[in-house]
């Protein structure tokens, strides 16, 4: 039965036309942003994952940064203590070298003089943006090195280390005056027991800073794994959505195509009454 008052064909080709443009709509939207999910209207538990770790990954870098600020202190305090080293070296070396006969003392005392002038200088110029490890009593250093989520806890992660008392050193080696020593091997003893304490110093900033190092390059990866999970979640697939473009592009035209004819039908009711 045909009617003039309800076309059955012109509805349903019209509710087939409304859904293919929005699914045309819909895949053109994540071809042009890239997303699948965009809010929480497309899923809403990706969309919460996803914006969660979003803030986790803008954390890890935040902190990854603010660790390279202290890997610096740290390799400048390193190269400070290392200094120091050598120059602690040199002072046992010319100490050994004063406990012959006949050595000029006064001539060795002003090498030792100046080199305990040289380690004062490398004690006051190792540091980094204000930040200094090796001028003072030694003291446990802590730095934040991640996040960490559990349980529906938020908590951070750290790792300590030990600033360095490199003036400690300097003040016992100048302390020694060959000119007025009573007991020069006791000076050698002295001042060999300070070179161990340099070299310890040395060492020890030295794992500080692998460890930091080591950390960060973790973080590094860790963050990259983090956005290639959001990626797998949120991101929309282009080869998918190329192909759907097409599709919906070819439903589109025919669905026109149909609605066009289902209204051409009620006028053929007209050739029926000439």
């Known amino acids: 039965m045909s009617s003039i008052l309800t076309n059955n064909s012109a509805s349903v080709a019209l509710a087939t036309l409304k859904s293919v443009n929005r699914g045309l709509t819909e895949t053109q939207s994540r071809v042009s942003s890239g997303l699948q999910v965009r809010s929480g209207k497309d899923n809403a538990a990706y969309f919460a994952i996803s914006e969660t770790m979003k803030g986790d990954s803008g954390m890890f870098k935040a902190i990854n940064e603010g660790m390279t600020s202290t890997k610096n202190s740290v390799a400048t305090a390193r190269l400070g203590a290392e200094t120091v080293s050598d120059l602690a070296e040199q002072v046992v070396e010319r100490i050994a070298f004063?406990?012959?006969?006949?050595?000029?003392?006064?001539?060795?005392?002003?090498?030792?003089d100046s080199l305990a002038a040289n380690m004062q200088s490398a004690i006051d110029q190792a540091t980094f943006n204000g930040d200094d490890l090796v001028g003072g009593a030694a003291a446990t250093q802590t730095v934040v090195t991640g996040i960490t989520r559990s349980g529906g806890t938020f908590g951070t992660t750290t790792m300590t280390f030990d600033s360095v008392d490199l003036q400690a050193i300097q003040t016992a080696i100048s302390?020694?005056?060959?000119?007025?020593?009573?007991?020069?091997?006791?000076?050698?003893?002295?001042?060999?027991?300070?070179?161990?304490?340099?070299?310890?110093?040395?060492?020890?900033?030295?794992?500080?800073?692998?460890?930091?190092?080591?950390?960060?390059?973790?973080?590094?990866?860790?963050?990259?794994?983090?956005?290639?999970?959001?990626?797998?979640?949120?991101d929309a697939d282009m080869e998918e959505e190329a192909a759907k473009l097409q599709a919906y592009q070819v439903q589109q035209q025919l669905a026109?195509?149909?609605?066009?004819?289902?209204?051409?039908?009620?006028?053929n009711i007209l050739s029926l009454f000439r």
Do not use: C, H, R
């Not at 000076?187 to 310890?200: F, R, Y």
């Not at 500080?208 to 290639?228: G, M």
């Not at 026109?256 to 006028?267: D, E």
């Open 256 to 267: 026109t195509q149909s609605l066009a004819i289902a209204n051409q039908s009620p006028g």
């Open 175 to 234: 302390g020694i005056d060959l000119t007025t020593s009573t007991d020069l091997a006791a000076d050698l003893v002295t001042a060999e027991g300070q070179l161990q304490n340099a070299i310890s110093a040395s060492t020890s900033l030295g794992v500080a800073e692998k460890s930091i190092e080591d950390q960060q390059n973790f973080i590094s990866s860790l963050t990259d794994t983090i956005d290639s999970g959001i990626g797998s979640m949120v």
């Open 98 to 112: 004063a406990q012959g006969d006949g050595v000029d003392k006064a001539a060795v005392q002003s090498e030792l």
